[in-house]
């Protein structure tokens, strides 16, 4: 599977840690830390996930870990 470098970058952050959903009041539910849009990407595609439903981080599942450690993912 070929992804994109913003793809790729925002698995780094979710790797790092950096990506995380954060109540802004009421029900006001944002995910911070990279683009929301990617993040949702690459939970669809089986790359991340959420440690909680709501309210939890990002993290990398096991394909998502072989798609960071894999040198032939190329840039589009």
Do not use: C, F
Not at 33 to 49: D, F, K, M, Q, Y
């Amino acid at each position: 599977m070929k992804l994109t470098a913003l793809q790729l970058e925002t698995l780094m952050l979710i790797r790092d840690g950096k990506v995380s959903q954060k109540n802004y009041g009421h029900g006001a539910w944002r995910i911070v830390g990279a683009n929301p849009s990617v993040v949702g990407r690459l939970t669809s595609l089986g790359l991340s996930r959420w440690t909680k439903i709501i309210g939890g981080n990002a993290e990398l599942t096991e394909a998502g870990r072989d798609a960071l450690s894999s040198k032939g993912n190329a840039h589009e």
